[in-house]
Structures are given as C-alpha cells and as structure tokens.
C-alpha cells in the first residue's frame, strides 16, 4: 500500500526566506500527487496537483512543486514566504488503484516576521 | 470555499453516547470521502461512498457507519463514543471518484467532535 512520508515536523521561517518542504512516496509506477494547506482553523485546501506532463507544476499562491520519479519525491517549494503562508502542508497520494487519500504526517510551517 | 458543506460545526457529547455527521458535497460530485483528523493519527481515511454506494474503507471503526443517500449528501454515524474519538471529521467530495486516482478531493470545513 501507498505511504507519504514527510521529514519535516515543523519549519520556522523569516519572511522572505525560500521555503523547500520534502515529501517522498513509497509506490512507483503511475501516481498522482497532491499538496494541500491547512491555515489556522480552516480545512485543507487543494495548492497544486500532478498527475502527467511536466514534472515542475506550479500551483496557487507562488507554490510550485517538482515530481522526480527517481527519488520518489514531490517536494514543495515557494521562493519567498510570506507571514500569511504559515499554516500545515499535507502531500497526499492515492492509494494504489484507488482514489482516497493517502496523507503524510503533515509539516507546520511558521513564518515570523 | 470549496462547495462542500458540513454540519454541525462542533458537536460536543458523552462518552456512550451516537452522533451523526452530515456532508453536503459540491454541486454535481458523485463521490464523498470521510476522514478523520487528530494530533496522533494525523489525516485517516475512513469510508468512500460513489454515487451512493460504498467503494473503499479504509481505518474506519465498526462503532462507524456512514451512509450516502439518493440526493448524494452523505452521513457518518459515530456510536458508543470514547474519548478517543474526539477529532475533526472532514469530508470531501470529487467529481467521479474513479480508479485512476486523478479525482481531485475538495474538502469540507470539517465537523470538530469533542467527547466528555
């Protein structure tokens, strides 16, 4: 079965800094890859999404994210945060074959002025 | 505001005692997910209904249950609660809910359940 691991717990930030968030997943073959972002109190909301074509996908808000299937990773980037981006990013993926949801563990992001 | 919809907003209740959760998905998504959200398990798939008819479980209790009726809206019922099973529900729904994976999932504001 499918599994999303996150190695970052929690990343602080000063505003401005550029931000990598590592996501990797346990299944080759055919995938489809997802970031979501949890702000303060809200319910998770779709950033980007991969599932063909270009591996660099760019998605809302200045985040972009590269899937490289060699490392099996899907990490998330954004070039300069803001304080408003700090929030808990999930990856998901699929479960083989299917579509629900495989989340990581999430990674807090804070970012201090 | 994704589209979808969920009520109560909190729900607070006894250990032994059932509640039920609601989800209203987007216009014209046939599929609805449940998950749960707590501090140890993080993000858990629970049960996925299609078109009104469950197509995948994933780490869901016998004490649940959930439903998706003909107007597509769906319910979790969560019995003989525990302290434990204080979270926040979220459901989700999506246009298809194929088998290729490529269904992107709008999520729902959430229902946060506390149990005394």
């Known amino acids: 079965a499918q599994s999303v691991s996150q190695h970052n717990h929690h990343v602080i930030l000063s505003e401005a800094a550029s931000l990598e968030l590592g996501c990797n997943y346990s299944?080759?073959?055919?995938?489809?890859l997802f970031w979501y972002v949890q702000y303060p109190g809200q319910h998770l909301q779709l950033l980007l999404k991969?599932?063909?074509?270009?591996?660099l996908v760019k998605g809302i808000k200045g985040f972009e994210a590269e899937f490289i299937k060699s490392k099996f990773s899907f990490n998330l980037r954004k070039p300069s945060v803001q304080w408003s981006d700090t929030a808990e990013y999930f990856c998901?993926?699929?479960?083989?074959?299917?579509?629900?949801?495989?989340f990581g563990k999430g990674t807090r992001l804070s970012v201090i002025a | 505001d994704s589209g979808v919809t969920q009520t109560p907003k909190h729900l607070i209740t006894a250990t032994g005692q059932r509640v039920t959760l609601r989800c209203s998905p987007r216009?014209?998504?046939?599929?609805v997910y449940w998950y749960q959200q707590s501090l140890d398990q993080g993000l858990q798939f629970l049960i996925h209904?299609?078109?009104?008819?469950?197509?995948a479980k994933g780490n869901i209790l016998e004490r649940f249950s959930a439903q998706q009726f003909p107007d597509l809206h769906s319910e979790l019922n969560l019995s003989s609660l525990e302290l434990g099973d204080s979270a926040l529900y979220f459901c989700?729904?999506?246009?298809?809910?194929?088998?290729?994976?490529?269904?992107?999932?709008?999520f729902g504001p959430g229902t946060r359940l506390t149990v005394l």
């Open positions: 989700a729904s999506s246009p298809e809910g194929g088998l290729a994976g490529s269904d992107t999932q709008y």
């Open positions: 299944y080759g073959g055919t995938v489809n």
């Open positions: 991969y599932f063909s074509g270009d591996p």
């Open positions: 998901a993926v699929p479960q083989s074959g299917n579509t629900p949801l495989v």
């Open positions: 216009s014209g998504d046939l599929s």
């Open positions: 209904y299609y078109n009104g008819e469950e197509r």
